[in-house]
């Protein structure tokens, strides 16, 4: 770490000093122990909600699967609420739920929000596409439906499901930073600080360093959850025989 | 702000809301309803450009099947952080113009809004014209049709569900970060959020919540209802299913009828 | 007339699906090109209207090269059926139907009121003018293919296992009507099917392909059931080939044997008295043949009349023109031994037994021989 450091710092010298946009490293290390606090609280604020939002997600999903008239509202409401844009729902969290403005909960119960609109539809879907045979000849081996559930119709669900649960993953990553703007702590600050030092002349250090950790976290998360989809499906790597 | 039910702050959003002094412009504040234009004009303007390049992109690789890596390299544009990059723009460009004008924050906005519009709606333009049967698209070659017959006699038609989505979801994208215009500074619905913020008026902060999320849901809307219009109900399925059905099983009937030995 | 003058096609990974094929399919008949999967059926087809095309040889379409003449216009003259219809969904069945003559300027209208006309021809009530191809079944949805190609009136039809998706019942339903309404418009038509029963059914000539693309036997299908030329021809078309190629064999002059019969209205004591071996054919007023009665079965419950409800149904009747095949068959299938033989007008002509029959056949191969 210092070896890098020392080659960054000669590369932009005087370090602290450089608004150059490649100075971003440099201003990270200068700045490590806020930075690394905020990526922390952004990785959790981007996880967390879609954890608790599939957990959530999964009885709905499962109940308008196994009754169909559920299956319509339950797609038209969640639809409704994602189309709520991510600011709106951060105001609008507290004054319903009666949290003060600015609550450390505001954030990511409106996240949750988010993955459970986006997640029921995506487990309904997954459900319904595990083919009918499939399921009929669990029900014929003397599977109840508890264990239909969890040990056949999940299992063939997983790709469907992990494939909502990147882009949630991966949306909440940016709406996060969202949240930054509005004063919460976590990798939009950055942004903010980029923009307060850029008066009167442009100060990029900050404003990279974030874009760069938050497409980092986006694309660690996003390879987290293929790689463990690749775990959970072992049978998805099979050869077709020819 | 800890005292005061959400009964209270409720009642407090919606006397903000109602109150017609809020709309109009006045010599200090700008009203909703100017705001509120042009927040309708940023998304306007940057879905138009996107559904510009993306929609005639989309039509392209789904008819020649060339350059899908384009497909897959706006989609890695969703993981770009919206507010970051209209930062870092806005700090990049705005310095350059000078003067009364905002062009130097409209321009940042509006690359970002199309940036974030293009994916959506190129995906799935793409990903429409890639799932038409192959079987039609044969038929249709094999009857004559030329490249641009089929791709605006065929492929597009069918592929017009998915189009749609697409562009609701683009549109929906773009109405809610056009408020984080409002953080550059810029005008838009966004601006009642961040100065409620700061004046720490949280009945004009939430209203301008509201606001934005009843302009998503009516544009939303809107556009099902143009896709209503527009998408043939041979493809929406809206056709009465039950009328159908009853004549298909009294054919299947007759069919039967008809083969049965003598 | 279709000439196809050593074609091939090479595809660019090297796979040879098409071997200098030669192969004449003549004006007004049906050339069925038979083979196993991947023999090279579907391309060789589809070199005819150039969705491929051949990278040697030549095809002649009325002596006129299809390699000269642009690839739209040529497809627009020749009619195209494929396995899953391939319908238009966003359009009705009309419009599904008229999209040719509409692309060829043909007056909305005007290509209505014909796509209407077709509709009929195919056997589909007019009621489905208006519905969209999800609202119909896959059967309905094959006519509606049908339909579309022959409604600019083509003189080549082209059609890959139009009749493969859909279940035997309807398939064989299909292929009835199929050749129903060749017989009126005498198209040129290939037909491609891995189904030999299909090919045998419906070709005037039946080309069988191997693997490699390779023509193994042009026939016509009594001929290649009755002299396949080597054993892959012989095993494609498979067992029972000696008593299949008797349905290609009218009989011509059958010695019918007199058969007593009653009507449905005789008196039981009548038809007792007239019985053979116990066994007596009921006829209709129009002289039909309704089924045998069995005298050990007694009269109706009660009464001296014929008990409809107790007659025998289940053979099959044969035509006075009808072939070895059909005549054996109503021979094998009656209760009584004695096959049912109607004239034209499907009124009771005689019978004839299995012993009979297997005479014929063995007196023809005698004479063959
Ligand atoms: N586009 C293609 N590229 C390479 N090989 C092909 C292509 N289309 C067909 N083939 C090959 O050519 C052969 C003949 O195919 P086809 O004409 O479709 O057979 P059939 O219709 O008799 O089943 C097969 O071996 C098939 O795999
Ligand atoms: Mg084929």
Known sequence: ?242 | MATGGAGEMIGQVFSWLTDSAHWRDTPLDTGITTQLLAHIKFSLIAVGIAGAIALPLGLFIGHTRRATFLVAGANALRSLPSVGLLVLLTVMIAPHFHGRTDVGFVIPTEIVLVLLAIPPILSNTYAGVDNVSPAVTDAARGMGMRGRQILFGVELPCSLPLIFSGIRSATLQVIATATIASFVPLGGLGRFIYDGLQQQDYPQMIGGGVLVAALALTADMLLALIQRLVVSRGISGRFSKSGGAAADAVDAAITRAEVAPV | MIRFESASKTYPDGTVAVDALDLVAPSGQITVLVGPSGCGKTTSLRMINRMIDATGGRILLDDQDVAKVEPAQLRRGIGYVIQHAGLFPHRTIIDNIASVPLMLGTSKKEARAGAMDLLDRVGLDQKFARRYPAQLSGGQQQRVGVARALAADPPVMLMDEPFSAVDPVVREQLQDEFLRLQSDLGKTIVFVTHDIDEAIKLGDQVAVLRVGGHLAQMATPAELLSNPVDDFVANFVGRDRGYRALGFEAVGQLPLEPEPTVSLESSFAEASKVATDGWVLVLDAGRHPQGWLAIADGPSAGSDSIDRGRLRRGGTVASVDGTYRAVLDAALSSPTGRGVVVGHDGTFAGTLNATQVVALIESRAGAAS
């Open chain 1, 1 to 242: 770490m210092s070896l890098l450091h020392a080659v960054f710092a000669t590369a932009d010298s005087p370090s602290s000093a450089s608004s150059s946009p490649w100075h971003f490293f440099g201003y990270f290390l200068d700045h490590r122990s806020q930075d690394l606090s905020w990526l922390w609280t952004h990785t959790w604020l981007s996880v967390v909600p879609v954890i608790v939002g599939l957990l959530i997600a999964l009885p709905l999903g499962w109940l308008s699967r196994r009754y169909g008239w559920l299956y319509p509202p339950m797609v038209s409401i969640t639809g409704l609420l994602y189309t709520i844009p991510s600011i709106a729902l951060f105001v609008l969290v507290p004054p319903l739920l009666g949290l003060s403005s600015l609550d450390p909960l505001q954030v990511p119960i409106a996240l949750t929000v988010y993955s459970v609109a986006l997640l029921v539809r995506v487990v309904a879907d997954g459900l319904a596409s595990v083919p009918e045979e499939v399921n009929q000849a669990a029900t014929a081996i003397g599977y109840g439906r508890a264990r239909r559930l969890f040990a056949v119709e999940l299992p063939v669900a997983v790709p469907v499901i992990a494939a909502g649960l990147r882009v949630a993953t991966v949306s909440n990553v940016s709406m996060v930073a969202i949240a930054g703007t509005i004063g919460m702590s976590n990798l939009g600050q950055l942004f903010q600080i980029g923009k307060d030092l850029s008066t009167p002349t442009a100060y990029y250090p900050p404003i990279v360093l974030g874009i760069v950790l938050c497409v980092l976290l986006a694309l660690v998360l996003d390879a987290l959850i293929i790689l463990a989809t690749r775990l959970m499906t072992p049978w998805r790597r099979a050869v077709p025989a020819k």
